[in-house]
T-cell receptor, first 109, second 115 residues
């Protein structure tokens, strides 16, 4: 079983819709969680950290469920510019970050 | 700030040749990470440095891979001899602290093709 698992998609969503995807992690001792975004043929960039109580940044909401060992990302009022691959990232209590293989999202006009 | 700079952007080489990838981290960043990205395996951490010292190289696939950081502004990842299965995008990233406390800043990557 992979340490960090994501549905690869693709998710094809009409503009303006709400989309959500989850990521599961294997180690209950995991300490820190993040979502990174990667555009096609570009480098990954930090989208947002995920806090225990859940957090929001504009149209983006991230949540953590420690009991079930998953994190989620919700995008409201999706824009064409949201089309990208979203990488779930987990720290397992050391200095390293483990990346999921990503969920590909395409927003359709 | 110029960001993390990697070179070359693309590298095409024949099996058996030596390949050297280069990285200049953001000034002031104490951590430097080398990642490899493929469709099948996603982003894999190969090695990381703290203050120019290699901390964890457990992700380096085999002895053909080596990495150095002779000073705070330069790092190399070398593959010798290269094999077709090494074909991937190699990213260098740097950060102020461990990735758990500060975001990773990635370079543009080097797309390596070994024929």
């Amino acid at each position: 079983r992979k340490e960090v698992e994501q549905d690869p998609g693709p998710f094809n969503v009409p503009e303006g819709a709400t989309v959500a995807f989850n990521c599961t992690y294997s180690n209950s001792a995991s300490q820190s969680f993040f979502w990174y975004r990667q555009d096609c043929r570009k480098e990954p960039k930090l989208l947002m950290s995920v806090y225990s109580s859940g957090n929001e940044d504009g149209r983006f909401t991230a949540q953590l469920n420690r009991a079930s060992q998953y994190i989620s990302l919700l995008i409201r009022d999706s824009k064409l510019s949201d089309s990208a691959t979203y990488l779930c990232v987990v720290n397992f209590g050391n200095e390293k970050l483990t990346f999921g293989t990503g969920t590909r999202l395409t927003i359709i006009p | 700030d110029a960001g993390v700079i990697q070179s070359p952007r693309h590298e095409v080489t024949e099996m058996g040749q030596e390949v050297t990838l280069r990285c200049k981290p953001i000034s002031g960043h104490d951590y430097l990470f080398w990642y490899r990205q493929t469709m099948m395996r996603g982003l894999e951490l190969l090695i990381y440095f703290n203050n120019n010292v290699p901390i964890d190289d457990s992700g380096m696939p085999e002895d053909r891979f080596s990495a150095k950081m002779p000073n705070a502004s330069f790092s190399t990842l070398k593959i010798q001899p290269s094999e077709p299965r090494d074909s991937a995008v190699y990213f260098c990233a740097s950060s102020f602290g461990p990735g758990i406390n500060s975001p990773l800043h990635f370079g543009n990557g080097t797309r390596l093709t070994v024929t």
